[in-house]
């Protein structure tokens, strides 16, 4: 696959949590990883150790993943701690999961204002407790938080702590647009830029949506060169929520020709995983959400109706099962013959489009 290949990273369970009306369960979770191993993502962040009593019991007996890398999350060593006796560093790396997602600060106005630390400071913090953590589990994910923020500030700074994470021997570099304020081109760019240092089979992005760009602006920086992305199922997290998977996938997939560790039998999973989130959440699903909202591939206007019928290709971007959707045709005031034809099909009744009684019925509709 080469460099095709993306590596999803799916952080429902973490970041997800975050959503307001949204609590999971311990079986909640332990359901909602098992799915997302079914269908084949590569990382499965199940929560943040130490946090509170629902993570700790999750960790405490994590499912047993076949496909997926279970990931515990947390941050960087306290400033004056060490390594060994950070108790929320050693929290994350005392769990059976093998991999570690570590985030740190790369914004300067961050770390001297939320933090109040000298900059050199979060760069040692960073560089201790990435090669602490490298020693303790066999895979680690640094997420720079605020990163673009960070850049466009003091990239200088920023540049250092990706080096310092980079240095201290982290598989993947994650970019994060935490406060999601970047837009598609500036975020390509400011990519591109990373990727003249750092390569892009390194480099990670994770996304909010508070411009409503996340996803638009994951793939730009896939289009960019980074080859690990992370998001929560329908777009769940905090304030305006995350990148959504179930929208990447299939854009990644099915429109920009990358490969990822879903197959055309797992793609053909994901209104099913969508919808069995929103079940267990007791949310109603959203009926507009792209590719596999209700809506999605649901024809209402007669005009559209009687070119579907000809050619689905005429409104459609892609076949609807594909991504384990269905077609509908919808008999409204809207509707024409080719509505209540369709409708008719679906019932296996064959009926002449020229018998008059179906004018009649398409007028008894409307």
């Known amino acids: 696959m080469g460099d095709k290949r993306i590596y999803l990273y799916d952080c429902t369970l973490r970041d997800g949590a975050q959503t307001q009306g949204v609590d999971f369960s ?73 991999t570690a997602c570590i985030f740190g600060k790369t914004w300067d106005f961050h770390a001297e204002v939320a933090l109040g630390i ?25 997420d720079a938080e605020h990163f673009f923020d960070g850049y466009k500030s003091n990239a200088g700074f920023a540049m250092d702590c990706l080096r310092a994470a980079a240095d201290a021997g982290a598989r993947w570099i994650v970019l994060c647009d935490t406060n999601g ?46 080859r690990h992305v992370q998001g929560a199922l329908n777009g769940l997290g905090e304030r305006c929520g995350n990148a959504n998977l179930i929208t990447i996938i299939p854009s990644l997939v099915l429109k920009m020709g990358y490969q990822t560790g879903l197959d055309a039998d797992d793609l053909g999973q994901l209104t099913h995983l969508s919808r069995l989130l929103d079940e267990r959440l007791n949310l109603n699903p959203d009926r507009g959400a792209p590719y596999v909202g209700e809506s999605a591939f649901a024809h209402k206007g007669g005009v559209h109706a009687s070119a579907v019928e000809k050619d689905p290709r005429c409104y459609e971007h892609i076949e609807p099962h594909l991504v384990g959707n269905n077609r509908h045709i919808v008999v409204s005031d809207q509707s ?31």
């Open 26 to 98: 311990v079986a909640d979770k332990v359901v909602i990883a098992q799915e997302l191993d079914r269908v084949g993502i590569d990382y499965v962040e199940g929560g943040w150790p130490g946090a509170n009593s629902t993570d700790d019991k999750f960790f405490a007996a994590p499912p047993e993943l076949k496909r997926a890398k279970l990931t515990a999350f947390g941050m960087t060593r306290k400033a004056g701690h060490g390594t060994g006796n950070d108790p929320g560093l050693n929290a994350i790396l005392s769990t059976k999961a093998r």
């Open 181 to 226: 304020g970047t837009l598609p081109d500036e975020l390509e760019g400011i990519v591109g830029e990373v990727i003249e240092h750092i390569p892009g089979g390194s480099l990670g992005i994770h996304c909010h949506d508070d411009t409503g760009n996340a996803a638009a602006n994951s793939l730009a920086a896939v289009r960019a060169g980074v």
């Open 336 to 366: 024409g013959r080719s509505n209540i034809l369709a409708r008719f099909r679906e019932m296996e009744l064959e009926i002449d489009a020229k018998d008059p009684k179906l004018a009649e019925l398409v007028e008894t509709v409307k």
């Open 118 to 142: 000298e900059l050199e400071e979060n760069i040692a913090m960073i560089a201790d407790s990435v090669a602490h953590a490298g020693t303790r589990v066999d895979e680690v994910i640094f």
